[in-house]
């Protein structure tokens, strides 16, 4: 029979830092042995005291040992190995790398079960007795086991920290109160933990609200889905059947009916299901927020709390408003518009082609989505603007690769052609602008400049009111002065109240029909909102005329 395994052989031949049999095995001065790459570890984090210290009597050495291998140790482990000692378990009460020690163990130390505030030490369930069985104990206060201890001690007087001072935010010991934070308005530290607890309570009721109102948005976007689908496959259905009795005359004419169907089909379900990502993503961040202010709140430590407590990070606000869908515009239109069809002939076909095509091309399913409000949100839609030469005033000069425009008054030696301004300080866009879009625009101002959008058809040669920005129905301005805006559309012109600012933003939705222009600082503020219905793409524009007068369209990062 196998000789039983002694535990006393196991634990005098286990490395006291490891906890594992020993590896090439040294023995300090003090008479303990180690790993040797256990002690080599363990002194190289002492390398800056200059002093090395035995982890088990304290003992310290000075300079560093230069440690041997114990070989009558080594060849007694083989032995043993041989007989069938194996490496002792892991002891899972003692304190390993990542756990609170017992302050009060020698030796080998324990895990620490407790953590007291008053004593300012840890201890394992053995030394915790006393503060359970004697009297003088009974009030101590006990927490889950803590590394940060001596954070709660007052580095000026050495004092525990009971005080918070709200005049420095901090927290204090009596004395400071009574010293340097005299006359200031301090409370106990467990007064202003209630206090921020139930500033926590309110926040939390914030969030949690506001998961509930986000998780409603996404059943309405569900929902959404799925009447676009439904009457979208509906009508590829009925037109199919309206398109076969026109046999081969009209085969080629129900093909492309079908696929602008499925094509607004997949954009307006992309769209909702964009919008439902950024929700769910939102409930997400929402209640990892939620949760780690329910760790902040359920910390049993004050000091720790309040330490921890100004770290938070603002909650930041909601990326959306509440989603409004308004009634859906079925395609059963489309259907519609192909029964007339039906009793024609090939000599009307081409004429109801472009209606039905028109008509697919127009549906809007889906609520325009509220516009943005904060700057980053507007980011969400930039749009890089380049001016081009060919439509550009000759009094105009074009630099920082065509972003910019500086009224000369001198004409600039460029040839002539259709698309320029003749009389007109003005300029046009290279990019056409359709969807949601927004730019912003730096101007200097000693004069006036106009900041546009126009159709490409605005006139362009000479001086009637069909050539300038705002002065016909083909155009709208916002005209900046040193002190003042205009608004001016179809030669009316509406003053803008509003502070006066060097940067001015644009939001374009195309389809929605809104302009909008802001004044950009921390906050964005709404100058002037155009709603109508935009039927050709658009162009960006500046009129620049008077000396000096620039307008730069920034890149937006």
């Known amino acids: 029979m196998a000789e039983q395994e002694n535990p006393l052989d196991r634990e005098r031949f286990c490395c006291s830092i490891c906890l594992e049999l020993l590896k090439d095995p040294v023995t300090t001065g003090c008479g303990h042995s180690y790993c040797l790459s ?156 209630t206090e921020r607890q139930r500033e926590l309570g309110l926040r939390r009721q914030t969030i949690q609200q506001r998961v509930q109102d986000t998780e409603k948005d996404v059943k309405l976007l569900q929902q959404e889905e799925k009447a676009i689908n439904g009457s979208a496959d509906k009508v590829v259905k009925d037109s199919e059947k309206i398109f076969t009795e026109l046999i081969r005359l009209l085969e080629k004419r129900s093909s492309d009916v079908k696929q602008q169907i499925i094509s607004q089909q997949q954009t307006e379900v992309r769209r909702v299901r964009e919008l439902q990502e950024r929700l769910e993503q939102e409930i997400i961040e929402l209640k990892r927020k939620d949760h780690e202010l329910k760790q902040l709140s359920d910390t049993e430590d004050h000091n720790q709390f309040l330490h921890n407590y100004p770290s938070l990070s603002p909650l930041s606000g909601s990326t959306h408003s509440s989603i409004r869908i308004r009634p859906l515009r079925n395609f059963e239109d489309v259907t519609a518009a192909v029964s007339q069809v039906r009793g024609r002939l090939q000599d009307i076909l081409s004429e109801t082609e472009t209606k039905i095509l028109q008509i697919v091309s127009q549906l809007d399913v889906l609520l325009s989505q509220p516009e943005p409000e904060t700057r980053a949100d507007f980011l969400r839609y930039p749009q890089e603007i380049t001016l ?71 006139s362009r040669a000479g001086n009637s009111h069909e050539c300038g920005f705002g002065f016909n129905d083909k155009s709208w301005m916002l005209n900046c002065n040193e002190n003042s805006y205009n608004f001016y559309y179809n030669r009316i012109k509406t003053p803008v109240s509003g502070p006066v600012s060097s940067r001015v933003g644009v939001y374009l939705d195309h389809s929605a029909g809104v302009l909008s222009f802001y004044r950009v600082s921390d906050t964005m503020t709404l100058l002037h909102r155009v709603q109508t219905t935009f039927t050709q793409p658009l162009y960006a524009g500046v009129r620049v005329c008077y000396d000096g007068d620039t307008a730069e369209f920034c890149k937006l990062k």
């Open 38 to 193: 256990c002690i080599n570890t363990h002194w190289d984090k002492e390398d800056a005291r200059g002093s090395y210290s035995c982890p088990q009597c304290r003992q310290t050495f000075t300079p560093r040992p230069v440690l041997l291998k114990s070989t009558m140790l080594a060849d007694s482990l083989e032995e043993l190995k041989k007989t069938g000692l194996q490496a002792a378990p892991a002891d899972h009460c003692c304190a390993g790398p990542e756990d609170v020690a017992c302050d009060f163990c020698t030796g080998r130390k324990l895990k620490a079960l407790k953590s007291c505030l008053v004593c300012l030490a840890s201890y394992c369930e053995k030394h915790l007795q006393p503060h359970f069985q004697a009297p003088a104990f009974k009030k101590h206060k006990l927490v889950e086991p803590s590394e940060k201890l001596q954070e709660n001690i007052c580095s000026r007087h050495n004092e525990v920290m009971k005080m918070f001072c709200r005049t420095d935010q901090q927290c204090i010991c009596y004395l400071c109160s009574v010293d340097e934070h005299k006359g200031h308005d301090t409370v106990s530290a467990a007064a202003e933990r």
């Open 388 to 458: 081009d030469p060919n439509t550009a005033h000759k009094g105009l000069l074009l630099s920082e690769g065509n972003r910019k425009v500086t009224w000369t008054g001198k004409l600039q030696s460029c040839s002539d052609h259709p698309d320029r301004f003749t009389v007109w300080g003005q300029v046009l866009s290279r990019e056409s602008l359709t969807g949601r879009c927004y730019w912003e625009v730096e101007v200097e101002v000693r004069g006036e400049v106009g900041i546009a959008v126009t159709y490409k058809n605005i």
